[in-house]
């Protein structure tokens, strides 16, 4: 059973037209994150939720946007994507202070595509 | 800060013949590792760990691998790859102690040929 849901799998966006990605988990986790990966390259943390509390990459770019409503739910806004932010988007999950030692468990991923 | 290497981008390897993806990791304190494979299309699905105890790990899929501290490496290995074995494989590093954040290899391409 999928414990990291992501959706869409596929995303098709316009040059400049905002898009969400959604995570969901059933793991009850309390750290959600969202990673960029390119083509042939390692993800790339662009930013984490603690519970509640946002935490910044230093080099994401103010065009990506995060909310956490609730501890299953985590969404990755682009504001205003580029061709450069074609990629894919991975949401991981991990628990803090247990045995599990911060292990990250991944979604499938969503391909996003700019045209 | 801790960085992790990934000696080889590619290694093609024959069907049922043994393979070793190597990773070295460095780190003036001490470290948990990880083996993630991620096939094409789809997110990283955890391999192996190692987090302390016995230093030979075994993980999914006939894969294993050992922590060797003085040469600070955590290689990958089977002895008998299979077609569907074929995907990219990530080595992972975090340091141990509190909440911190993983820092990726660049991953190794295995290619199982026929």
């Known amino acids: 059973d999928a414990m990291v849901i992501q959706n869409p799998r596929y995303q098709v966006t316009q040059f400049g037209k905002p898009v969400t990605l959604s995570c969901s988990q059933t793991?009850?986790?309390?750290?959600m994150y969202w990673y960029q990966q390119k083509s042939s390259q390692a993800p790339k943390l662009l930013f984490h939720?603690?519970?509640?509390?946002?935490?910044n990459e230093a080099d994401t770019p103010d065009n990506f946007q995060s909310r956490r409503p609730n501890t299953s739910f985590c969404f990755l806004d682009i504001r205003s994507p580029g061709l450069g932010d074609a990629a894919m988007y991975l949401c991981?999950?991990?628990?803090?202070?247990?045995?599990?030692?911060?292990?990250?468990?991944f979604g499938a991923g969503t391909r996003l595509s700019v045209l | 800060a801790q960085s992790v290497t990934q000696l080889d981008s590619q290694v093609p390897v024959f069907e049922e013949a043994p393979v070793e993806l190597r990773c070295n990791y460095s780190?003036?304190?001490?470290?948990?590792l990880f083996w993630y494979v991620q096939y094409p299309n789809q997110g990283l699905q955890l391999l192996l760990k190692?987090?302390?105890?016995?230093?030979l790990v075994k993980g999914i899929n006939g894969f294993e691998a050992e922590f060797n501290k003085s040469q600070t490496s955590f290689h990958l290995r089977k002895p008998s790859v299979h077609i569907s074995d074929t995907a990219e494989y990530f080595c992972?590093?975090?340091?141990?102690?509190?909440?911190?954040?993983?820092?990726f290899g660049i991953g190794t391409k295995l290619q199982v040929i026929p």
């Open positions: 991981a999950t991990s628990t803090y202070g247990t045995l599990a030692k911060n292990i990250q468990y």
């Open positions: 793991l009850n986790h309390n750290v």
């Open positions: 939720y603690y519970d509640k509390d946002f935490n």
């Open positions: 780190s003036s304190v001490s470290v948990y």
């Open positions: 190692y987090l302390s105890g016995s230093t």
């Open positions: 992972a590093v975090i340091l141990s102690g509190g909440y911190q954040k993983v820092t």
